[in-house]
């Protein structure tokens, strides 16, 4: 006869609902949860002391936890945290935890305004590459033999034009410069087209072009068509990060940035015969920049990812500043590694 106790055991099943992070038991018959319940401002705060985190000023606090989300500031604290603890590490501060914060939402922003010029440039060439080769209105540049003719591309082909109408239909009325070309001239040439393409399908479509398209594409930003194609993809999914806003300092893509000149110029470090920064880090992101953006938009941009970094590193006291350095895929002496790269873009020129 079967125990009651192993009755009670078989009752249960236990699953993980990986969406919310939570822990389900569940019953034959019915279910009981661990829930993340709701938590007022002063709970939280009871659970941030609770957890070893200094809080300096309790009601500056409160109106941070208020505007920004606990939820998302917390998303902040593994840099400070004891992993097997699971509580922060003496002497840090709530001060400390939102500066990092902070700092992700400035570099961030540093980030999307960069991508944004990256992607109006792509728009503008491909626009007048394809617009100059096989026309300017929608049945001549969105006819299927203007693309690959592989057969593994047909289906992508296909499926690239159809997104492309509908973005024709949808903003034919509703997006001023297609409205007034579809009003005055009865179609909507590429040019403008690409205004109402997201980034994404602008990418896609570049990787569906025809060889030759591709080449004369990526020689304009003076790269491969196979770096340019996996590099705009990568692109694209750093775009939807910043774009919802979330964590950026610390992200790693699961496709790497093949190895280009440009490492090999900065002379990144090798292990076993890989490059340890600039693959699949938020270096490799500083990598793409390199190669896409002109000289002076790519220093720019630099100079304030590093005033950003100072920034923070003024603001931290309980971890080093190369530990978020670290966690970002950037050698400590960044700066100096891309320096070395400016310089021989100027022996170059000069």
């Known amino acids: 006869m079967t125990t009651s106790n192993t009755l009670y055991q078989k009752k249960y099943k236990m699953c993980i609902n990986f969406k919310k992070n939570v822990l389900y038991f569940k019953k034959n018959n019915g279910c009981d949860t661990m829930e993340k319940i709701f938590k007022t401002i002063d709970e939280q705060i009871q659970i941030l002391k609770d957890k070893n985190l200094i809080i300096e000023d309790v009601e500056y606090t409160k109106e941070i936890l208020l505007r920004e989300n606990y939820f998302f500031i917390m998303g902040y604290r593994t840099l400070f945290i004891k992993p097997k603890e699971k509580k922060f590490i003496t002497g840090v501060t709530f001060d400390e935890l939102y500066a990092l914060f902070s700092f992700d939402r400035s570099f961030r922003n540093i980030i999307l305004k960069n991508i944004l010029v990256i ?32 057969r593994d591309k047909a289906k992508r082909v296909k499926d690239l034009i159809d997104k492309m109408k509908r973005q024709i239909r949808i903003n034919a009325t509703t997006h001023n410069a297609t409205m007034h070309y579809v009003t005055n001239y009865g179609y909507i040439p590429l040019w403008v087209l690409v205004k109402v393409l997201s980034f994404g399908i602008v990418c896609e479509l570049y990787t569906v072009l025809k060889k030759e398209d591709q080449i004369e594409i990526s020689d304009i930003f003076k790269t491969t068509p196979q770096v340019l194609s996996d590099i705009l993809i990568l692109l694209s999914n750093y775009r939807n990060l910043c774009a919802h806003e979330d964590i950026l300092y610390e992200h790693r893509t699961e496709r790497v940035v093949p190895d280009t000149k440009y490492h090999n110029l900065m002379n990144i470090p090798k292990m076993d015969g890989e490059y340890i ?17 002109n000289n002076n938009d790519f220093r720019l941009m630099m100079k304030e990812i590093e005033y950003e970094i100072e920034l923070l590193d003024g603001k931290i006291d309980s971890i080093s500043i190369n530990k978020v350095l670290d966690r970002m895929g950037f050698p400590q002496n960044y700066m100096e590694i891309i320096g070395r790269w400016l310089k021989w873009i100027i022996k170059i020129k000069f």
């Not at 300017?136 to 033999?145: N, S």
């Not at 920064?277 to 953006?293: A, H, V």
Request: hydrophobic share 35%; glycine share 4%.
């Open 119 to 150: 992607e109006n440039q792509l728009k503008s060439v491909i626009s007048y590459q394809l617009s100059k080769k096989y026309g300017y209105r929608e049945k001549d540049y969105l006819d299927p033999k203007n693309f690959n003719n592989d």
């Open 277 to 293: 920064y600039g693959k699949n880090d938020m270096f490799s992101l500083i990598i793409i920049f390199k190669i896409l953006l």
